[in-house]
């Protein structure tokens, strides 16, 4: 579980600052799973140009019983820093993938494929290939329905990382790219890297209507992209004018407050039903290629 600043909430805390609180800060969040205080936001990913929503991604939220809702930014480094990573983002994925499997009992003419962020602290655990086989095995995930996030500096930072997506992706998984920025041309540096899915990040996305370089930029990325090969989602996506540029130069999919923002498993759940109604079911493979095959139209 890496840090995400998706969804700003009225109620977001920060980290206390100061050496003494900063030790009582990690305490607390040592024994914030096993408290039942840390909680699953939940934000779409739709298909462009149709609209649908296809797949979801988990955003982890911390109900400190002192500083109220805290966002990742607040607490994912002091838990990378201390190791409580490994715990968080195990309690990430169980709770998602259970969710997730509600959902689709709920809908299932609609799959819905779920992202769950990956810190490169727990690409480095052992545990995590049988983490993730077991939770597919215990919620009846289908495998290629899961799609697990790493950042670009982290997917090809080494080569036991490399290999550890290898493994990873031979689960039948989908691995996805995310915070792909200035730089377009180090996606080639990812061909060793066996990745499906390019995010591009949402500062470029901001900009993307408004800075000459930004559109370029979103423009090269999905060029190189649909050139290897690889799906697209546009994060950050807050405008309409944003979602009419990334639809003109065939952008997959799209995520941002312009859809919907972060929100707990039954309020998402509520705005899933109201989403989904009244349109066609789809088989999986329908699913898979309606969220995120590139497209050719300019």
């Known amino acids: 579980m890496r840090r995400r600043t998706d969804g700003t909430l009225p109620t977001q805390g920060r980290q206390p600052a100061g050496q003494a609180a900063d030790a009582v800060f990690e305490r607390e969040l040592a024994a914030a799973v ?9 934000q779409p990913v739709l298909s462009l140009p149709s609209r649908r929503c ?5 955003l982890v939220r911390w109900v400190h019983p002192r500083h109220g809702l805290l966002l990742p930014d607040a607490f994912i480094p002091v838990a990378e820093r ?3 990573i490994a715990a968080i983002g195990s309690f990430v994925l169980r709770r998602s993938c259970a969710d997730a499997a509600t959902w689709r009992d709920t809908h299932p003419g609609s799959p819905l494929a779920l992202h769950v962020n990956i810190s490169a602290l727990q690409l480095h655990d052992d545990r995590l290939g049988a983490d993730v ?3 597919l095995a215990e919620f009846d995930v289908p495998p290629n329905q899961l799609v697990l996030e790493v950042t670009q500096a982290t997917a090809a930072s080494s080569p036991a990382t490399i290999g550890r997506l ?3 992706a031979a689960l039948g998984v989908v691995i996805a790219i995310d915070d792909v920025g200035t730089d377009s041309s180090a996606l080639t540096t990812l061909a060793s890297v066996p990745v499906q899915i390019v995010k591009i990040d949402r500062s470029i996305v901001a900009g993307s209507t408004e800075n000459c370089l930004d559109r370029a930029v979103t423009a090269e990325v999905v060029t ?7 799906r697209t989602i546009a994060a950050g996506v807050e405008r309409a004018d944003q979602q009419e540029y990334l639809e003109s130069i065939g952008a997959g999919a799209a995520q941002g407050y312009l859809y919907q923002r972060p ?4 309020e998402f759940g509520a705005w899933l039903d109201q989403h989904l109604s009244g349109l066609p079911t789809l088989v999986p493979d329908e699913a898979v290629i309606l969220a995120f095959a590139p497209r050719t139209g300019r």
């Open 224 to 230: 190189r992209a649909a050139a290897m090969g690889l």
């Open 54 to 58: 296809t797949a979801v991604e988990a």
């Open 263 to 266: 929100a707990p498993a039954d």
């Open 82 to 84: 201390t190791g409580a």
């Open 34 to 42: 096993s408290r039942g205080e840390l909680v699953v936001h939940y």
């Open 133 to 135: 086989s077991a939770c």
């Open 166 to 168: 290898g493994e990873l």
